[in-house]
């Protein structure tokens, strides 16, 4: 798996939004600052995860974003999906009979896309958000956050 920069960006903005008090409705330039995000680039991942049901979107002079669950309702897999990322195995990639080094390395292959699968959508929002408050505490460093 290749992680693109879309998948990168569209996991910070998430991020960033699982960040805010209360759920607060974030606009696309205070996130795209934030993280160092084009934010012409980030308005469209926004939206491509507004349709995917992660987050919901308010216009107006006081609108903005803001996620549509809980953090540790959504996973990261669920984020690259949303944006079109894929963590499947090379299509067309056959195992050639009568060749075992083929066989086990097929194999290989699909046991490791089996569980990297299983990796992504295990991993929450909210543990990210815990990972990244913990390595900002070991630093000393206070709540302002850039992924």
Same mark, same amino acid.
């Given at each position: 798996? +290749?992680?693109?920069? +879309?998948?990168?960006?569209?996991?910070?903005?998430?991020?960033?939004?699982?960040?805010?008090?209360?759920?607060?409705?974030?606009?696309?330039?205070?996130?795209?600052?934030?993280?160092?995000?084009?934010?012409?680039?980030?308005?469209?991942?926004?939206?491509?995860?507004?349709?995917?049901?992660?987050?919901?979107?308010?216009?107006?002079?006081?609108?903005?974003?803001?996620?549509?669950?809980?953090?540790? +309702?959504?996973?990261?897999?669920?984020?690259?999906?949303?944006?079109?990322?894929?963590?499947?195995?090379?299509?067309?990639?056959?195992?050639?009979?009568?060749?075992?080094?083929?066989?086990?390395?097929?194999?290989?292959?699909?046991?490791?896309?089996? +569980?990297?699968?299983?990796?992504?959508?295990?991993?929450?929002?909210?543990?990210?958000?815990?990972?990244?408050?913990?390595?900002?505490?070991?630093?000393?460093?206070?709540?302002?956050?850039?992924?």
């Amino acid at each position: 798996m +290749k992680l693109t920069t +879309k998948g990168h960006y569209s996991v910070k903005a998430l991020l960033d939004l699982s960040l805010q008090p209360d759920n607060r409705l974030v606009s696309t330039r205070e996130i795209a600052k934030r993280q160092d995000i084009p934010a012409p680039y980030l308005e469209k991942l926004l939206i491509e995860m507004r349709r995917a049901g992660l987050v919901k979107s308010i216009r107006g002079a006081h609108g903005g974003y803001q996620l549509a669950r809980q953090p540790a +309702k959504i996973s990261l897999g669920e984020i690259l999906e949303a944006v079109g990322e894929t963590v499947e195995p090379l299509p067309n990639h056959q195992a050639s009979p009568g060749q075992p080094e083929d066989w086990v390395t097929f194999s290989l292959w699909q046991r490791l896309h089996e +569980k990297l699968k299983e990796a992504l959508y295990s991993i929450t929002l909210a543990d990210l958000y815990y990972d990244a408050r913990s390595w900002q505490a070991s630093l000393g460093e206070e709540a302002s956050f850039v992924v």
